[in-house]
Nanobody, 124 residues
């Protein structure tokens, strides 16, 4: 089992940067593929970025490529999402998620562990 707690959300202006963090507890974090999803009001939860358990492979939605960076620190049991050049359309609740199986996927239904979410608001 893995418990996840996000932090670092907030209000930022267009073009600004923000880093959200996800602290994990549980003995299996170091072998858990992790991902970030987001959900805006009235919209479905969508994939943002994912990272394999070693941190060697990362994956991004087209909307995040070139602006966002996912990383993880296994000894600290933390995964990060660095967001640069933020746009108003990035406004959403951002969730980190973990998967009990080794492979990375982009479907939220395939993830077993979820944090409570952190609000990111980008003002225009």
């Amino acid at each position: 089992q893995v418990q996840l707690v996000e932090s670092g959300g907030g209000l930022v202006q267009t073009g600004g940067s923000l880093r959200v963090s996800c602290a994990a507890s549980g003995s299996t974090f170091s072998t858990t593929p992790m991902a970030w999803f987001r959900q805006a009001p009235g919209k479905e939860r969508e994939f943002v970025a994912a990272i394999n358990w070693t941190g060697t492979n990362t994956y991004y939605a087209d909307s995040a490529k070139g602006r966002f960076t996912i990383s993880r620190d296994n000894p600290k049991a933390t995964v990060y999402l660095q967001m640069n050049r933020l746009k108003p359309e990035d406004t959403a609740v951002y969730y980190c998620a973990g998967r009990s199986r080794r492979g990375v996927t982009f479907e939220p239904q395939q993830y077993d562990y979820w944090g409570q979410g952190t609000q990111v608001t980008v003002s225009s």
